[in-house]
């Protein structure tokens, strides 16, 4: 099973594609243009020490810094 979500994660205004499973990492598919494509991230933790058994994903400005904010929940 996959989880899709579409959001802004960068600042170029096309949406990128957030993706998550069941057992496997989140993943980020950046837009651009033609095609996709995985860029990793600087996060703490390491997003791929986040495996497990995703249910949802969703990216929004929750904190209104002008930066997108990526929720993913077990």
């Known amino acids: 099973m996959f989880i899709r979500k579409l959001g802004r994660i960068d600042k170029d205004g096309v949406q990128s ?12 598919f950046y837009n651009r243009g033609e095609n996709l494509k995985s860029k990793s991230c600087r996060m703490q933790p390491p997003v791929s020490s986040l495996k497990g058994w995703w249910n949802s994903i969703h990216c929004a400005d929750l904190d209104r810094d002008g930066l997108p904010d990526i929720l993913a929940r077990k």
């Open 17 to 28: 594609l957030l993706l998550a499973g069941h057992w496997m990492s989140p993943v980020i």
